[in-house]
Structures are given as C-alpha cells and as structure tokens.
C-alpha cells in the first residue's frame, strides 16, 4: 500500500529551509510498502503512543519516504509522547493515538467512536509541530487498521487558533473494504 499526498512544488525547499509559497503545482509524497506497513503494525497494536522519524528523498517533483528511526523515548503513555527531536535531513515525523478513550492517568477503555475518529493533531500535536525547532516538515498520525493522516507545516501554522487539526480526506488512507 502506498499513502500518497499533494504538496506544492516548493515541498523541498520548505522541508529544508522552511520557505513558504503562494504556488499551488502539485508535490507527490510516497511511503514505501514496508514503511507503511511497519508504521501501521506499531499503531495497531499500540497501548502507548510511539514516534518515528522518516527519512527519505526527492526528486523533482516527488518525495519518497524509505527509512524509519525511532528517537529516545523519555516518557510515553496512551496519550502522551515525549521524545528526542528529530535530526536534520529527517522529511516527517510519525505518532500513533491509541483508538481508544484514554484518561490522563493512562487507562483505556473501549469506545464507540470508530478508530478514523482519532485520525487528527491533538493542541499539543499541533504546538509541538507549529515549534521553530520541530525539524520534519510532515507530520503524521497513524491509528492503526491501515489508518494514516498527515499535515504540512504550513496546513497546521493555519491551524495555531484551533484545539485540533482533522485528518482532510484527501490527506489520509482509507482501510480495504471487507470481502
């Protein structure tokens, strides 16, 4: 499975640099099968949350996400990450929500609410991303179940008034229908 996302032709520059433009071309961004697929295996069957580092490289207009490394943890929980930043040269930054209805003190419980409900940057997600020293320039949240989600940094500076940032459709996987 590939997640695959259109940016502005300027995602490089941005990525690197931290350049901003008005120009709409389009930017295809690809996680390889095994990124994907590595990604996903940790969301579902988290009870922590966990983060990632992605790595990968452009060319043109195209950039392909092809390598994890995972931080230092310093504290996580079902609904708090604390990690080491990521480097420079890293293109995105990966955490899991756990799909369930956690409380500050960790404990889950089931919830009604499908796991696409939990597909969004949470006002620390979005505090910690919109940050100078944050490095990746995407950021993804996956749930698990083939769920995944992503944002640029200039989509979540956008979003600096608001408590969360939703998963827009056309930025986010959709699991295989049931045969």
């Known amino acids: 499975m590939r997640a695959r996302l259109r940016l502005p032709w300027w995602f490089p520059l941005a990525a690197w640099f931290g350049a901003c433009s008005g120009d709409i071309r389009a930017q295809t ?34 950039i392909r996400l092809t390598s994890i490394s995972w931080p230092e943890v310093h504290a996580a929980t079902s609904n708090v990450l604390n990690t080491e930043p990521c480097p420079v040269g890293a293109l995105g930054w990966w955490h899991n929500h756990i799909a369930q209805e956690c409380t500050i003190y960790g404990v889950c419980s089931p919830t009604a609410q499908p796991p696409e409900a939990f597909l969004y940057l949470s006002r620390p997600d979005l505090e910690t991303a919109a940050s100078p020293w944050t490095v990746p320039f995407l950021q993804f949240v996956g749930v698990g179940h083939g769920l995944l989600a992503w944002w640029s940094r200039p989509e979540i500076a956008g979003a600096s008034a608001f408590n969360m940032l939703p998963a827009f459709p056309s930025q986010r996987t959709y699991p295989k229908a049931k045969s």
């Open 29 to 62: 961004v690809t996680l390889d099968t095994a990124v994907f697929l590595t990604l996903d295996s940790v969301a579902t069957n988290a009870i922590i949350e966990h983060g990632a580092c992605l790595y990968g490289n452009t060319v043109r207009d195209s």
